[in-house]
Every structure is written in structure tokens, then in C-alpha cells.
């Protein structure tokens, strides 16, 4: 019997609302993974403002997610577009109308193509806001990278989005009738539990066993924050102290593993579709390293939480070949 090949290592960039830079933070992410020697294929996510593939000289893409969602192409790695370095490949996004607000079938479909490509990494720009179908792209991710810059309403987008993914995915994790009820009552408005931990202390002595299983789950959660757009050391300063905020009220741990200052060679490279890394800058080695922070970083133990005997597969709710999921 065949075995399956290995899932890639899935980074999902995130920033919970438009302008802080996620793009152009996956677009370099992806350029240094793959001028490191991995295969990366980067996927522009963002379903309802694609524009990725500007920002890599891929003026007018000839395909795109549309194909595979109207079922044109069957796999994703039939829409990849080489990029930058040679071992970077590119999957457009969709024009289609109403791609952003995925139904059900559609965005399974979708998430399990993505655990099934050839590639060593997949990096996914999603799309701002907190839209079940950017939840869901973020939570199947093994990596949750997200984008801050220091302006007020960066921040509280971003832990909604956070916060918007941690309740879907505790939901999901009750394995039948009587614990969903458990966790729904227990985050429901008239509760006492208004943070993960309450939850956690509302929960332990009703089922052990589940309040493990979310525990257990968030622990290896993957969150990290990058800082963007940054003008001083300072900013940097100020955004990690979004890291305990994250830890007290969420469980995750989120610590800051990138600090990228503003940079007229980023944004020039960018223009230009060469990508920052070809300036050999500061911001360059700033993305060089925040890609070395991810590889080093142990898939079996991001994965660990998530799996059974049975699935050694993605998370839970996203399962690799047997896709069972909400919404």
C-alpha cells in the first residue's frame, strides 16, 4: 500500500482588517521559505480582493482558485505559476463572484486540495475581516501568523480574529450532543466564563476529558504575531505586549517572532514584482529569519494535539480525506 504523501506545512498570514501589510508579509515569507531551499507554494487566499499576484509580476493570471471552485481543474497544483525563485510557486486568487463568502462543500473541498499539494510549504494570504471562511483558513493552519501594526483598530481586529477563531474551533472539538451543549452553555451570554480560562474552570469539573481537549488543543495552537509597517523600536515594544493580553484572555500563546520596520526597498521591490529579498536589506534578513523561526518549529508537535490513531491527518475539523466540518 502507497503511503500518502506528507501534508506541508501550512502558514496561514492573517491581519483581521485591510491596510497592516499581510500581503506583502506573505509574499517575502514565501520568497525567503523558498530561496531557502523548500518548495513553497503560496496561495492568495484573500477571495474577495485578490491582488497577490501583482505584487510578484504576474500581471494577468490565466488561472486562478475559480478554476478549481468551479471544478475546471480537479487539483491546485494544476493552477501553480512559478514566481521570483524556482522554487516558489504562485496560486492566484478567484474573480468569481461571491468567492468570498464560501459554502460549505466548497470551502472543504478547498482546504483538503490544500493539505494535498506537492509542496514542502504552503503559505495562505487570507483575507481580512473575521468571515467564517477566513476563521476556518486560519484555524486548519499549522502556523497562525499574525499581522500588527501599532494603530488602535489593527489590534482590535486582530484578537477579534482571534477570538472569532479560538470560539469556532472549541466549539468543534465536542464529540457528541451532551458536550456541545456543555461548551455552548458555558460561552453563552449569560455566563461567567468571558475568558478561555474561565471556560476551562467552568468546564473541568463537568467533563475533565473535554476541558483537557481544548486546553490541550490551544497549547499547540501555533499563533504568532508579526509587527509591520514599524516606524521605531518602540512600536515593536508596544505590539508584544499584545502577546500576555492574548495568553490571558484566549489561552494561545502568541509571541511576537517578527518585527519588520517600514521600508521604501520593500515596498519598491514589491512595485517592481522582485520581491524585498532581492535588496538584500534589513528587511530582507528580517524575513530570512522569521522563516527559519517557522522551520524550526515542530509539525508533530503543532499536530500532536489535533490527531488519533486513526487520523494522522489535519486538524479535527478539517479532515484530510473524510472532511467533516461546520458552516
Not at 52 to 78: C, E, I, K, S
Not at 198 to 203: E, S, Y
Not at 228 to 257: F, K, T
Request: a positive charge; charged letters at 20%.
Amino acid at each position: 500500500m502507497r503511503r500518502k504523501p506528507p501534508i506541508p506545512r501550512i502558514i496561514a498570514v492573517a491581519g483581521g482588517k485591510g491596510g497592516v501589510g499581510k500581503s506583502t508579509v506573505a509574499a517575502n515569507l514565501a520568497v525567503a521559505l523558498g530561496r531557502l531551499g523548500h518548495r513553497v507554494t503560496l496561495i492568495d487566499a484573500d477571495l474577495g480582493a485578490a491582488n497577490l499576484h501583482t505584487m510578484l509580476g504576474v500581471l494577468n493570471p490565466t488561472t486562478g482558485l475559480g478554476d478549481f471552485l468551479d471544478r475546471r481543474v480537479d487539483t491546485l497544483d494544476a493552477l501553480k505559476t512559478p514566481v521570483i525563485v524556482p522554487t516558489l510557486s504562485l496560486v492566484s486568487g478567484s474573480s468569481r463572484p461571491g468567492a468570498a463568502n464560501l459554502g460549505k462543500a466548497d470551502k472543504l473541498r478547498l482546504l483538503g486540495a490544500i493539505a494535498h499539494l506537492d509542496a514542502d510549504c504552503v503559505v495562505l494570504d487570507v483575507g481580512a475581516g473575521s468571515s467564517f471562511t477566513v476563521v476556518d483558513f486560519v484555524a486548519a493552519a499549522d502556523h497562525k501568523l499574525v499581522v500588527l501594526t501599532p494603530q488602535l483598530p489593527s489590534l482590535h481586529n486582530a484578537y477579534a480574529l482571534l477570538k472569532a477563531c479560538v470560539h469556532r474551533v472549541v466549539r468543534r472539538l465536542a464529540l457528541d450532543d451532551i458536550e456541545q451543549r456543555l461548551i455552548d452553555a458555558a460561552l453563552g451570554h449569560d455566563t461567567r466564563a468571558r475568558t478561555i480560562a474561565q471556560l476551562l474552570d467552568v468546564l473541568r469539573p463537568l467533563d475533565p476529558v473535554l476541558a483537557g481537549r481544548i486546553a490541550d488543543t490551544l497549547a499547540r495552537f501555533g499563533v504568532a504575531i508579526v509587527a509591520n509597517q514599524l516606524e521605531s523600536a518602540g512600536d515593536a515594544g508596544a505590539l508584544a505586549r499584545m502577546s500576555p493580553l492574548i495568553h490571558d484572555h484566549l489561552a494561545l500563546h502568541a509571541p511576537l517572532v517578527a518585527a519588520i520596520r517600514r521600508s521604501a526597498a520593500l515596498a519598491g521591490g514589491l512595485r517592481a514584482g522582485t520581491g524585498s529579498l532581492a535588496s538584500g536589506d534589513d528587511t530582507a534578513a528580517a524575513f530570512r529569519k522569521l522563516a527559519q523561526t517557522l522551520l524550526r518549529t515542530d509539525l508533530a508537535e503543532l499536530r500532536g494535539a489535533e490527531r488519533t490513531a486513526a487520523q494522522h491527518t489535519q486538524p479535527l475539523w478539517v479532515q484530510r480525506d473524510a472532511l467533516v466540518a461546520e458552516g
